[in-house]
């Protein structure tokens, strides 16, 4: 996939990136932006910068969440599957005539 130029705004600041997915670039810069606005609403005597990292922690805290989230559902897909072949495994053994 060919990389596109897009310039984006974030928090007042214009920013150039090469993108591959343009619309999901936008989405996103739009998200830290929101993020950054409510931010700055709540703790207005904050700087800019202190606003831009404790957006960068929030969004952090959230990738962590669902990354454990995912982790717990592969494994329990995981133990799913190993009942499931261990159930299989038995019925073909009790279905084996030989037994």
Not at 41 to 58: C, K
């Amino acid at each position: 996939m060919s990389k596109k130029k897009l310039k984006i705004n974030i928090f007042g600041k214009d920013y150039s990136l090469l993108v591959e997915n343009e619309e999901m670039a936008k989405e996103l810069a739009d998200y830290v932006n929101d993020l950054m606005r409510d931010m700055k609403d709540e703790m207005p005597e904050q700087a800019n910068e202190t606003i831009a990292v404790l957006a960068a922690l929030n969004i952090a805290s959230d990738l962590f969440v669902e990354k454990n989230r995912c982790r717990e559902y592969s494994i329990q897909a995981t133990d799913r599957i190993k009942k499931l072949r261990l159930l299989i495994s038995e019925k073909d053994i009790s279905a084996d005539p030989s037994n």
